[in-house]
């Protein structure tokens, strides 16, 4: 059973940065991050192709985040910068086996606060 | 700014069959792109609930179903349960946007 663990949420003034893992056991296929804003609902945030070769992002956190992944050690990352207010929220890390496909399954969160 | 709409909460007592809407676009949902379903608990990841319009993950009572037709799709919960309480998100791909996009979310409330 593939188990993604979240880690790296903190703390952070506006305009700061942020680095969020996620370790995967079974790490194949897309990998995603998807937000979820205190009280609101889920947006996804970026994908990125089993072998790293194809990137997506939601036009609101482009040339801001970046997402990566090091297959070699199961790991999943997103790298935030110029942080603002507007990416407070609980960022999950999912898996997803097809282009079309489901987000399955979900990790358990890293709560990112953009506050001064 | 989500583009998949949902009520925002939707109520029945237990036994009774409550169904919730995700109304699209021609650019999601009605461009055949299939729909998926999370059940979220307060506190907690969301979770699978509903894969391809109308598949059930091994584990998901058969009282879940779905469907979709046209620009919108549908869950439907037959045989309310207190457990079934929780918030349900819709989500498909959208071509416009060139993104996977999320409902706004409904409450499913037990009475």
């Known amino acids: 059973e593939v188990q993604l663990v979240e880690s790296g949420g903190g703390l952070v003034q506006p305009g700061g940065s942020l680095r969020l893992s996620c370790a995967a056991s079974g790490f194949t296929y897309w990998m995603n991050w998807v937000r979820q804003a205190p009280g609101k609902g889920l947006e996804w945030v970026a994908s990125?192709?089993?072998?790293?070769?194809?990137?997506y992002y939601v036009d609101s956190v482009k040339g801001r985040f970046t997402i990566s992944r090091d297959n070699a050690n199961n790991s999943l990352y997103l790298q935030m910068s110029s942080l603002r207010a507007e990416d407070t929220a609980v960022y999950y890390c999912?898996?997803?086996?097809?282009?079309?496909?489901?987000?399955?399954?979900w990790g358990q969160g890293t709560l990112v606060t953009v506050s001064s | 700014q989500s583009v998949l709409t949902q009520p925002p909460s939707v109520s029945g007592a237990p036994g009774q069959r409550v169904t919730i809407s995700c109304t699209g676009s021609s650019s999601n949902i009605g461009a055949r792109y299939d729909v998926h379903w999370y059940q979220q608990f307060p506190g907690t990841a969301p979770k699978l609930l509903m894969y391809a319009n109308s598949d059930r993950p091994s584990g998901v009572p058969d009282r879940f179903s779905g469907s979709q037709s046209g620009t919108s799709a549908s869950l439907a919960i037959s045989g309310l349960q207190a457990e079934d309480e929780a918030d349900y998100y819709c989500q498909s791909y959208d071509r416009s946007l060139s993104a996977y996009v999320f409902g706004t979310g409904t409450k499913v409330i037990v009475l």
């Open positions: 990125i192709k089993h072998d790293g070769s194809e990137k």
């Open positions: 999912a898996r997803r086996k097809e282009w079309f496909g489901e987000f399955d399954p």
